[in-house]
């Protein structure tokens, strides 16, 4: 079922007396449950796409339908609600806050969310979800202590906590190396089957696209190809 | 979940560094604001303790009470519409004691009246402070411009004027010592400054305080100082939380892209801000009361309940200006551009 879909989407950006067309109308639709990754140069215009896809910055023209609702027409507060409640994010960088514990972590995401669930409810589902990502036993740890890899399966665990319709991935191995890219990559797949979530992803590794069901590759913002 | 109380956790350092600064600060202020408050009851308690009312001056003294004379005729006119109403006057003088050692006192005669002590002639009622300096009830004083003695009657309790000791005696005293026969003043408990008499200026309580000499220059710059640490605490409040929101530019962009909001951040840094502010008006409030309560006799401090109040409302209003002006780069950060800017 398709959940996401863009139409038309242009993104200008003006320099100056110089007007840059990063994206010339893309097209896209994405599938539940399934992993959707953009690759292309830099500049391509991948990264632009994702942003606007997530309600991180608005298009220029074209609409963004999510779950049947044009994004495009909302307010930031309404868009605001989508990307607490529907949304979860992991980028290139894990960007814990320092201050809270692994856990606290996923509890504030739950607290973001606006979740309904009680204190005991919301603290099995942080187990849960740490569990899934191999990180139970590091809930007491704080950020500082913790490496690379683990931060970003953290950063996952806290994007997924919500239980998101759409996970937005921008490079979210970029950081890692290449044992630790293909870990983060496997538990991506892996929670996209298991919690029937939809992935967008922005990658330029063409390591991980063996993890992806799709494809789509851009250049200088249009879709080249599109595949499996 | 209280994120503000997390980070104080666990930046400690960090945060007990500005409560250090904010309760010194704050401490400073209470005691300068004391010192002022007890240079201005030495300088001025016999006017600052007399009721809401109307002073009046002759107008030729061009507000300076010293050449005030107010004329026999308009006095009688005055005190007999208001029953209330005294006529009095303030002069410097000195008092030699039985060892002829000179004491400086401020000479305070008047009509009957319930608002000034009432002496006989050849009495006289001085300020306590004199106690200390071996005068008693029933000793026997003398002024070289006086013919007779004065015999003390007894002690007043916190009476000063111009950092003198104030010695109420009889008009008839007053009269012979400095050769007038006019008062000075009239005070009408009570009266408003649309009553006006003919030659008469009048003057509210504080409107006369300033004519005093040094009143208004010593409260002045004492105030000034106490109002500069407030500014320079809500400074210092903005400057701190400037420099944290700086360095949580990243993390904020990242924690507005996954939905939290605005007007959360901001509550944080206000929770935060009234959590160091609250702290340290507390322990700065304790440590100047004590200071208050065992500050040496000879040292004019008087620090009010009401004083301390009003200055740590000031405080908290001055700390969360400060922290909102700081803040609003908060609402400036776009989420894109700090996941742009990588790991904070």
Redesign the interface.
């Known amino acids: 079922m398709t959940i996401f879909t863009l139409d038309k989407v242009r993104k200008t950006f003006t320099n100056g007396e110089i007007e840059e067309e990063i994206l010339k109308g893309i097209n896209l639709s994405l599938k539940e449950g399934e992993v959707t990754a953009l690759v292309g140069a830099s500049g391509s215009g991948k990264s632009t796409l994702l942003?606007i896809a997530?309600g991180?910055?608005p298009a220029s023209n074209g609409q963004v339908i999510f779950d049947g609702n044009n994004m495009t027409a909302m307010s930031s507060e309404e868009v605001?609600?989508i990307?607490?409640?529907k949304?979860g994010?992991v980028?290139?960088?894990?960007?814990l806050?320092?201050?809270?514990t692994v856990e606290?972590q996923l509890?504030?995401?739950l607290?973001?969310?606006e979740s309904r669930l009680s204190k005991q409810a919301r603290k099995a589902e942080v187990n849960k979800i740490l569990l899934l990502v191999e990180m139970d036993h590091k809930k007491n740890a704080?950020p500082s202590s913790l490496s690379g890899g683990e931060k970003q399966r953290v950063a996952i665990a806290?994007?997924i906590i919500h239980e998101p319709k759409v996970l937005f991935a921008?490079e979210p191995t970029a950081?890692l190396d290449s044992k630790r890219s293909k870990d983060v990559m496997s538990l991506i797949q892996n929670i996209t089957k298991t919690l029937n979530i939809t992935t967008l992803m922005v990658t330029h590794d063409e390591e991980m696209l063996s993890y992806v069901d799709h494809v789509i590759k851009m250049s200088d913002g249009i879709v080249l190809q599109s595949g499996d | 979940m209280n994120i503000a109380w997390k980070e104080i956790k666990k930046n400690k350092v960090r945060f007990l560094i500005l409560g250090s600064i904010v309760f010194l600060v704050s401490l400073l202020t209470f005691i300068i604001s004391g010192l002022a408050n007890g240079l201005s009851q030495d300088n001025a308690a016999l006017i600052k303790d007399l009721p809401k009312g109307q002073f009046y001056m002759n107008k030729d003294a061009e507000e300076t009470y010293n050449l005030s004379k107010i004329d026999s005729d308009i006095q009688k006119e005055i005190l007999n519409k208001q029953k209330d109403a005294v006529a009095f006057s303030i002069q410097m003088g000195f008092l030699n004691d039985k060892d002829d050692k000179q004491q400086s006192v401020a000479f305070v005669a008047s009509t009957d009246s319930k608002l000034f002590k009432n002496v006989k002639d050849g009495e006289i009622i001085l300020d306590s402070s004199l106690k200390n300096k071996g005068i008693k009830v029933g000793d026997t004083l003398t002024n070289n411009q006086f013919s007779g003695e004065f015999i003390v009657k007894g002690f007043v309790d916190q009476k000063k004027y111009s950092h003198a000791p104030v010695a109420y005696i009889n008009m008839k005293n007053y009269q012979e010592i400095y050769r007038v026969m006019e008062m000075q003043l009239i005070f009408t408990p009570g009266g408003d400054s649309s009553k006006e008499f003919t030659g008469l200026q009048s003057f509210s309580n504080k409107d006369f305080l300033n004519t005093i000499p040094s009143y208004n220059a010593e409260q002045m710059s004492l105030n000034m100082i106490v109002w500069f640490l407030v500014v320079i605490s809500g400074m210092l409040f903005a400057i701190f939380f400037y420099m944290m929101n700086v360095q949580k530019v990243g993390l904020y962009g990242i924690l507005k892209a996954i939905g939290i909001k605005t007007s959360r951040l901001f509550k944080m840094m206000w929770t935060q801000m009234l959590f160091i502010t609250i702290i340290a008006l507390i322990m700065s409030i304790t440590l100047s009361q004590f200071f208050n309560m065992v500050a040496p006799e000879g040292m004019p401090f008087h620090l009010t309940f009401e004083t301390t109040a009003q200055l740590s409302i000031v405080f908290l209003i001055i700390g969360f200006i400060g922290a909102t002006l700081s803040g609003m780069q908060i609402k400036k950060i776009e989420p894109l551009q700090a996941i742009q800017q990588g790991e904070a």
């Open positions: 942003t997530a991180l910055q605001r609600k990307r607490a409640s949304f994010f980028f290139q960088f894990a960007h806050v320092p201050f809270l606290e509890m504030l995401m607290d973001v969310s704080y806290r994007a921008d950081s």
